[in-house]
């Protein structure tokens, strides 16, 4: 079965604290993607990961990936309230076209 | 350009009614998409097509038809309203199934 598993589901933090979102995934994965969906809005894409090891990184936010074990992480760097939103992980499976989504990272950042 | 479009932005149907939720691309894109989004439930794929006149099942497709006649043009059709078809309901395109999907406004849909 095709399982994207994100936690935590809710993260509620202060402002300048570091703080990681998991994302798990059952079988082989050709790329995995992180969206940012703000409330009401629609998904903004920040970041594909194509090969194990890789890292992308923009602003506070870092993405990783390792295939191996089959997780992505984001990592948020001293937070700022700007980054409260809800944060999901998609991944395409090798074994088709179709993306498969996490239930999403709702992420609260307080002053 | 405008990027993705979605159309209407909200509707309210009674149940078995039909409607067709409208969505066009003006990127050149072959690759597009259908997902609903519930509450706690992350996006689920209805409904994709990798190419005008290919289209092929997601995970959670019935009650619902695509089309795909032009490159630009994937409607989705509710052939007849549910309340389980109360949902937010997102388009999505992309130059091909590896390339990062950009997506529309979305369309809230409610079913009395």
């Known amino acids: 079965e095709l399982k994207v598993e994100q936690n935590p589901l809710f993260l509620s933090m202060q402002e300048g604290k570091n703080y990681t979102i998991y994302c798990n995934y059952s079988?082989?994965?050709?790329?995995l993607y992180w969206y940012r969906q703000d409330p009401g809005k629609s998904l903004e894409s920040l970041f594909v990961?194509?090969?194990?090891?890789a890292v992308k990184q923009e602003g506070r936010l870092m993405a990783s990936l390792d295939t191996k074990a089959r997780l992505s992480t984001l990592h948020i760097t001293a937070a700022v309230h700007d980054l409260s939103a809800t944060y999901f992980c998609a991944v395409r499976f090798r074994s088709g076209s179709r993306l498969t989504f996490g239930e999403g990272t709702q992420l609260t950042v307080n002053p | 350009n405008a990027g993705v479009t979605q159309t209407p932005k909200f509707q309210v149907l009674k149940t078995g009614q039909s409607m067709t939720l409208q969505c066009a691309q003006d990127?050149?894109?072959?690759?597009m998409s259908w997902y609903r989004q519930d509450p706690g439930m992350g996006l689920r794929l209805i409904h994709y097509s990798v190419g005008a006149g290919i289209t092929d099942q997601g995970e959670v497709p019935n009650g619902y038809n695509v089309s795909r006649s032009t490159t630009e043009d994937f409607p989705l059709r509710l052939l007849s309203a549910a309340p389980s078809q109360t949902s937010v309901y997102f388009c999505?395109?992309?130059?091909?199934?590896?390339?990062?999907?950009?997506f529309g406004p979305g369309t809230r849909l409610l079913v009395l």
């Open positions: 990127m050149n894109h072959e690759y």
């Open positions: 990961l194509l090969s194990n090891g």
């Open positions: 079988t082989t994965s050709d790329r």
């Open positions: 999505a395109s992309s130059y091909s199934y590896q390339e990062t999907q950009y």
